[in-house]
């Protein structure tokens, strides 16, 4: 059986390699340029080497790149250069399908030290590895998370917060209140008598209401407020900027909207009233539970006064907090 050469398995596996090799010396004259390299910048190793990297690739930063390389000459230690830094170093075209969302290959890589005889650095090799799978795995695997995050906070039905990331927001907005000099409104608003318009057109017809009860909402209040569905059929809102009378115009728009607004389902037209309830942040609240309470309050305090209206606490801490 007749030995293949070293050589030329050596040469082999220098071509095939789905690696870029690159050799360079200390004034970036090209020495090495394998076939990874040959194929994704289309020039060949006889065009390359012998010039300076920089001549046929203007796009990198000379500068950079000789600081960045600046230690394997000078400390003998490798370098590593990743995607998350510089998305590339070479601006070869990506091999993915047009579906995917880059134009570009995403690359690491990593330059060594290669020693002379005399154990001096006159050289450096790189490799240049493609990693735009895993890049572009990673970039994925965060835009799903970022969209679960978002999604974790709002409520399905209503598109509106969910009662949970509302407290959240609530509470930081309390302890927002206790530092800053501005008025804070809460609002608390419930369907009337709801029950009733589950019980006579169903569920579904009730879940209608909810919704567009939330696009009245949305409608009525500014892109700084913070809106959020509490609980079934209620709704809780903090109104920023607003001290309880300006919130009362808030308030009676949600009211009348409300009121004039006919929801439709199947054959039959649907209207219905709110009540709400209305706290503004006072310096003497203890905490947010106590403020949202005051509101919750004067929520009861509309529906008891016969729906289909708002009504407005003050904290009065001689009388036990409400007034
Ligand atoms: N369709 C639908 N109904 C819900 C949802 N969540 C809660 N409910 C219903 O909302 C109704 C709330 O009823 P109650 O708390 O008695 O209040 P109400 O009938 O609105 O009466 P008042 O608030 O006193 O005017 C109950 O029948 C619940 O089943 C929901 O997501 N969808």
Redesign the pocket.
């Known amino acids: 059986m007749s030995e293949t050469p070293a050589t030329d398995w050596m040469q082999e596996l220098f071509s095939s390699i789905e690696v870029g090799i690159v050799v360079l010396d200390r004034a970036f004259t090209v020495e090495v340029w394998n076939q990874f390299m040959e194929n994704h910048s289309a020039l060949t190793s006889e065009a390359v080497c012998g010039d300076s990297l920089f001549t046929h690739f203007p796009e990198i930063d000379e500068k950079w790149l000789r600081a960045k390389a600046g230690p394997v000459f000078d400390l003998n230690t490798p370098v590593f250069l990743i995607w998350e830094q510089r998305q590339y170093l070479f601006k070869f075209g990506s091999t993915r399908p047009v579906t995917t969302s880059t134009e570009y290959m995403y690359q690491n890589v990593t330059m060594f030290p290669l020693l002379n005889a005399d154990k001096g650095v006159d050289r450096l090799c790189m490799l240049v590895y493609d990693v735009t799978d895993q890049a572009l795995g990673k970039t994925r695997v965060e835009q799903l998370n970022e969209e679960l995050k978002v999604m974790s906070r709002i409520d399905g039905?209503t598109g509106l917060y969910n009662r949970r990331y509302w407290q959240e927001r609530f509470d930081y907005t309390f302890k927002l209140a206790q530092r800053r000099n501005k008025p804070i409104t809460a609002l608390m608003l419930?369907?009337?008598?709801?029950?009733?318009?589950?019980?006579t057109y169903?569920?579904?017809?009730?879940?209608k209401?909810?919704q567009a009860l939330a696009q009245v909402i949305k409608k009525s209040v500014r892109e700084t407020d913070l809106a959020g569905r509490y609980?079934?059929?209620?709704f809780a809102i903090i109104l920023t900027d607003s001290d309880s009378t300006n919130a009362t115009k808030v308030a009676e728009r949600i009211r009348a909207l409300s009121e004039a607004e006919v929801v439709t389902h199947e054959d039959d037209t649907i209207r219905f009233t709110v009540?709400l309830g209305l706290a503004e942040y006072c310096p003497d609240c203890h905490s947010s539970m106590q403020w949202l309470e005051l509101a919750d309050q004067a929520l009861y305090d509309a529906?008891q006064n016969g729906?289909n209206q708002f009504c407005i606490r003050t904290y009065d801490a001689s009388q036990g907090g409400q007034r």
């Open positions: 039905l419930d369907i009337d008598h709801f029950k009733k318009v589950n019980d169903g569920h579904q017809a009730g879940d209401v909810i609980g079934g059929e209620e009540s529906k729906r």
